[in-house]
């Protein structure tokens, strides 16, 4: 068995493109520009590529752009004073607030700071508690867009067992909150599991976000699964550069799996396209109107 490939050009391409149709109907019909802001403290080289690729793709899809730069030296005072103007500016939809922040600014301070109905990261408080328990809430985008990947590759998701590897607040929780809400049977596997090779191949549907790479191997992974490589991880090449690989051993993998997401070219460009999206439905709820159908 060859697994099928979840080409993430391909889905990222599909929801930047309604968001972009969905931006022309705001601005045409309500005059209403949806606007993202991104802030950025330092010079992190890789957080600097993020916000550029951000920038560019909010432009494209015919939204207001905001970007926002602060020495690596700023203070937490001077972060949410940027956040309470962002707050106020009738213009921004969307705040996002890059990670990682510097050792001086207090990370979770900072992002429950942020407007929860412009909280297009779904970081806060509100949105994840919101999310538990089955209200509206903005979802984090990278969850969203390997949910997006399982429905369209999968069909109805209800009664399949589903494993999630990591079980952070950015992608592990809430994406085991996400299948859980499509009626999988979820378990959140993480470092303390005991025998997580073994848990592992239970799973139709296996989440990897560890950030190891190539820590899961072929021979954990269920014949005919289903496997979402979140990791992003850079290892060096004989060369002297780098290169990107997943958490999960691809070569291995996709000899097993019914079908797998690419490191590069899966998940991580679903990123930045659901943030367009979020920003879309930041919008349209802060208005007070319904997004529109394309």
């Not at 019909?29 to 949806?34: D, F, S, V, W």
């Not at 707050?87 to 207090?106: E, F, M, R, S």
């Not at 989440?207 to 850079?234: F, L």
Request: proline share 6%; with cysteine; glycine share 10%.
């Amino acid at each position: 068995m060859t697994a099928k490939i979840i080409d993430g050009k391909i889905y990222s391409a599909r929801v930047r493109e309604k968001a972009g149709k969905q931006v022309a109907i705001l601005k045409s019909k309500y005059g209403l520009t949806p606007g993202l802001a991104v802030v950025l403290v330092g010079e992190d080289p890789a957080s600097q590529v993020y916000v550029r690729n951000k920038g560019k793709a909010t432009a494209e899809a015919g939204m207001k752009s905001e970007e926002i730069r602060l020495d690596v030296s700023a203070t937490e005072a001077e972060v949410l004073e940027v956040v309470h103007r962002l707050n106020a500016d009738p213009t921004i939809h969307g705040i996002l607030v890059q990670l990682p922040l510097p050792k001086q600014v207090n990370e979770t301070a900072v992002l429950d700071a942020i407007d929860p109905m412009k909280d297009v990261d779904g970081f806060h408080v509100i949105n994840t508690g919101r999310q538990a328990v089955g209200l509206p809430a903005m979802v984090p985008c990278t969850p969203l867009g390997c949910l997006i990947m399982l429905k369209d590759t999968l069909g109805d998701l209800s009664g399949l067992n589903a494993v999630v590897v990591g079980r952070s607040n950015i992608v592990g929780k809430p994406m085991a909150s996400l299948l859980l809400a499509e009626n999988c049977t979820v378990t959140i596997a993480h470092s303390r599991t005991r025998d997580l090779p073994a848990v592992c191949r239970g799973a139709d549907i296996l989440v990897a976000a560890v950030g190891r790479p190539n820590m899961i191997r072929g021979d954990w992974i269920k014949p005919g699964a289903t496997v979402i490589d979140v990791g992003i991880n850079r290892i060096p090449k004989e060369d002297g550069k780098t290169r990107l690989i997943g958490d999960v051993c691809f070569n291995e993998a996709v000899e097993v799996a019914a079908a797998i997401t690419p490191v590069p070219g899966g998940v991580g460009l679903m990123t930045v396209a659901c943030l367009l999206a979020n920003t879309v439905t930041a919008a349209c709820r802060q208005a007070g109107i319904e997004e529109p159908e394309v």
